[in-house]
């Protein structure tokens, strides 16, 4: 399993509109092989996960490559820089151990 995240910090008061384009983006998402889960984490202060889940590290690279990701990041130009108070930060991850109910 691999994980990715991409961690936004949101300007004050601007977290309900970050949060409105990514109700309304189409991921694409359930088009490609190896995709598991999606989540958005809110946290404090404007803090922003998007979370994914893959079946493997190659799987998100095919994904990265895809025609779904071009077609999921085409709107990206349209949000506003003055949203964020700085870049984004990527940060992936090899699963090495799951636990679950």
């Given at each position: 399993?691999?994980i990715v995240?991409?961690?936004?910090?949101v300007?004050e008061?601007?977290?309900?509109?970050?949060?409105?384009?990514?109700?309304?983006?189409?991921?694409?998402?359930?088009?490609v092989?190896g995709f598991q889960?999606?989540h958005l984490?809110?946290?404090?202060?404007?803090d922003?996960?998007?979370h994914?889940?893959?079946e493997?590290?190659s799987?998100f690279?095919?994904?990265?490559?895809?025609?779904?990701?071009?077609k999921?990041?085409a709107r990206?130009?349209?949000?506003?820089p003055?949203?964020?108070?700085?870049?984004a930060k990527?940060?992936m991850?090899?699963?090495?151990?799951?636990?679950t109910?």
């Amino acid at each position: 399993m691999y994980i990715v995240m991409n961690r936004f910090q949101v300007a004050e008061g601007r977290e309900e509109e970050f949060e409105e384009i990514w109700r309304t983006r189409d991921s694409y998402l359930h088009e490609v092989e190896g995709f598991q889960e999606f989540h958005l984490l809110r946290g404090d202060g404007g803090d922003f996960i998007s979370h994914t889940t893959w079946e493997d590290k190659s799987a998100f690279d095919s994904w990265v490559g895809s025609e779904s990701f071009h077609k999921a990041h085409a709107r990206s130009s349209d949000t506003p820089p003055d949203l964020f108070t700085g870049p984004a930060k990527v940060s992936m991850y090899d699963v090495l151990l799951t636990q679950t109910k």
